[in-house]
């Protein structure tokens, strides 16, 4: 497969992707707050609090660290879950 080509998968993720991301982003800043992203967790799954767990999903996610998902890092971690590949010019990581 060509390595820069958007397949058609991709573009379904990034459509689904970008719904959620508004749906977790309350503030809408365009960017994921830990605390929208709990809130997320939380509402998804009312039984599962453990603030760790989502503390260390958060990080994973967060790849530059600053604290917030911007769509980049959401999208990347939405495709890597469900296995969609990225096109690579997306899926190189922030420079820092
Ligand atoms: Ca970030």
């Known amino acids: 497969m060509e390595k820069n080509f958007i397949t058609s998968d991709f573009v379904k993720q ?14 809408g800043d365009c960017q994921i707050s ?8 939380q509402k998804r ?8 767990e989502v503390m260390k999903e958060f990080r994973k996610i967060d790849i530059n660290q600053d604290g917030y998902l911007d ?3 959401f999208l990347r971690a939405c495709c890597l879950k469900n296995g ?6 997306l899926n190189v990581h922030d420079k820092v």
Do not use: G, S
Request: proline fraction near 8%.
């Open 71 to 73: 769509f980049l890092e």
């Open 14 to 27: 990034v459509h689904q992707c970008d719904t959620l991301f508004t749906d977790i982003d309350t503030v």
């Open 34 to 41: 830990l605390l929208e992203f709990e809130a997320y967790v």
């Open 84 to 89: 969609v590949p990225m096109p690579y010019e």
């Open 45 to 52: 799954n009312p039984d599962k609090e453990d603030h760790d």
